[in-house]
C-alpha cells in the first residue's frame, strides 16, 4: 500500500474494487477540497468508501484526488474561523519517505507536490452534513485498522501493574476485561499472558505458605 494522497483520472465516478469488498457509503456533491496550503478547490463531489476517500472535480471530471483510510491518522470537524474560515471535516495524512530519486516531468512533479500534502480540509456547501460525515469516517476507519495494531498491544501489555492483574481476577475468573475507557477495536491487553504471570504469582505464595506450615510442624521455625 502507498500512504498519501495520490491523483486519480476516473470517468466522473471513482471504480470500486468490489472483489476485495470495497462498497460506496456516501456520495456528497457540493464538496469543496483544501489540499494542505494549495488553493481551494472548487466544485466538486466527494465519495466515501469502505476503503477510500475520493473527490472528484466536477467541472473536469477526469481530474480528482485519492487517500486510503489507512492513510488517514485523524479526522475531526472544524467550526473554528480561527483555524479555518469555513466549518469543514479536517483530515491528516500519512505520507511516504520523499524519493530523491525522480525526473522532472510535469506529472512527477504533481505527485511530488501530492506526496508532501499531510493535511486535508473537505468543506460540503451544507455544513449542517459535516456530523454526518464525520460518522461515516469513524465507521471507516474501524473496517481499516491499522496493520501493526498487534505489536503496538504486545508493549501495551507489560503496562499493567501486579495489583491490577489482582483485581480484575478478582473481578472476572473468566479474566475478560471490559474496560469502557477503551475505544473501539483496541485491545485491553494479552489476557492469557497476564493470566499466567498472575497464576505464577499465586503459586509461589502456595509454596511460600506451605514451606511455613512445615517448618512450624516441626518447631524449627521461630
Known amino acids: 500500500m502507498v500512504l498519501g494522497l495520490r491523483e486519480i483520472r476516473c470517468s466522473g465516478v471513482p471504480l470500486l474494487d468490489h472483489e476485495n469488498g470495497e462498497e460506496l457509503m456516501r456520495v456528497q456533491p457540493g464538496t469543496d477540497i483544501v489540499l494542505g496550503n494549495l488553493p481551494r478547490e472548487s466544485p466538486g463531489t466527494l465519495y466515501i468508501t469502505t476503503k477510500q476517500v475520493v473527490w472528484v472535480n466536477d467541472v473536469d471530471k477526469t481530474k480528482g484526488?485519492?487517500?486510503?483510510?489507512l492513510s488517514i491518522s485523524l479526522h475531526a470537524v472544524s467550526t473554528d474561523p480561527e483555524a479555518y474560515p469555513l466549518p469543514c471535516l479536517y483530515t491528516q495524512i500519512d505520507t511516504e519517505e520523499a524519493d530523491d530519486d525522480h525526473s522532472d516531468s510535469e506529472s512527477n512533479q504533481i505527485e511530488q507536490d501530492l506526496s508532501n500534502v499531510t493535511e486535508m480540509?473537505?468543506?460540503?456547501?451544507?455544513?449542517?452534513?459535516?456530523?454526518?460525515?464525520?460518522?461515516?469516517?469513524?465507521?471507516?476507519?474501524?473496517?481499516?485498522?491499522?496493520?501493526?495494531?498487534?505489536?503496538?498491544?504486545?508493549?501495551?501489555?507489560?503496562v499493567f501493574s501486579a495489583d491490577q492483574m489482582v483485581d480484575e481476577e478478582a473481578e472476572d475468573e473468566g479474566y475478560i476485561s471490559h474496560n469502557p475507557a477503551n475505544s473501539i477495536g483496541q485491545s485491553n491487553g494479552n489476557h492469557d499472558l497476564a493470566r499466567t504471570i498472575l497464576e505464577l504469582q499465586i503459586n509461589d505464595r502456595r509454596f511460600?505458605?506451605?514451606?511455613?506450615?512445615?517448618?512450624?510442624?516441626?518447631?524449627?521455625?521461630?
Open 65 to 69: 484526488y485519492a487517500v486510503d483510510f
Open 121 to 158: 480540509r473537505l468543506i460540503p456547501t451544507d455544513p449542517t452534513q459535516l456530523d454526518t460525515l464525520f460518522a461515516i469516517f469513524c465507521q471507516c476507519a474501524e473496517l481499516n485498522p491499522e496493520p501493526n495494531d498487534d505489536e503496538g498491544e504486545e508493549e501495551h501489555d507489560w
Open 208 to 222: 511460600e505458605d506451605a514451606e511455613e506450615m512445615d517448618d512450624n510442624g516441626d518447631g524449627t521455625h521461630h
